[in-house]
């Protein structure tokens, strides 16, 4: 379980979080911190947990999980809307978000791929969003700051 556990730092506005499990500690990324001079990989949570835009899959890295939605969690469209995703899909990627943040190593970092489609890096940042408010007491503004880049 990951909980809120601290205000914003003033050096940063960074929202501070902890893992109950084994009581590590989060921060927020700083608004629009692109990691590197590419947007192809955005820091979401300092060190632990970024969101990479590319029209290829990821290469395979040591202490490195990538996440990406499959055929069974994409969004199903009514017409020509593109989401969010219901509320089942994004139930099922926080939890699987939230299990492998408790579980990664020290050093490690979580990387959820998504193609470089306006649809799914929309959905990427919903589901995302919707894991930092859900799982470590981001607000809706606080969890939106990180993708300011995009």
């Known amino acids: 379980m990951c909980v809120h556990t601290g205000p914003a730092t003033p050096e940063r506005g960074a929202l501070q979080l902890r893992a109950t499990k084994g009581g590590r500690a989060f921060a927020l990324a700083a608004p629009g911190a692109a990691a590197g001079s590419s947007l192809q990989l955005l820091p979401i949570l300092d060190g632990v947990l970024y969101l990479r835009v590319a029209a290829t899959p990821p290469q395979a890295e040591d202490g490195t999980n990538f996440m990406m939605l499959n055929r069974q969690l994409q969004y199903v469209p009514f017409c020509a ?49 919707a894991f930092l408010c859900l799982c470590l007491g981001a607000t809706p503004n606080q969890a939106l700051a990180p993708f300011a880049a995009l």
């Open 81 to 129: 809307d593109f989401g969010p995703l219901c509320l089942g899909t994004s139930s099922q990627v926080v939890k699987h978000l939230r299990k492998l943040l408790q579980d990664l190593p020290a050093g490690g970092r979580i990387v959820y791929c998504s193609t470089q489609a306006a649809a799914d890096i929309t959905n990427s940042i919903w589901v995302l969003g």
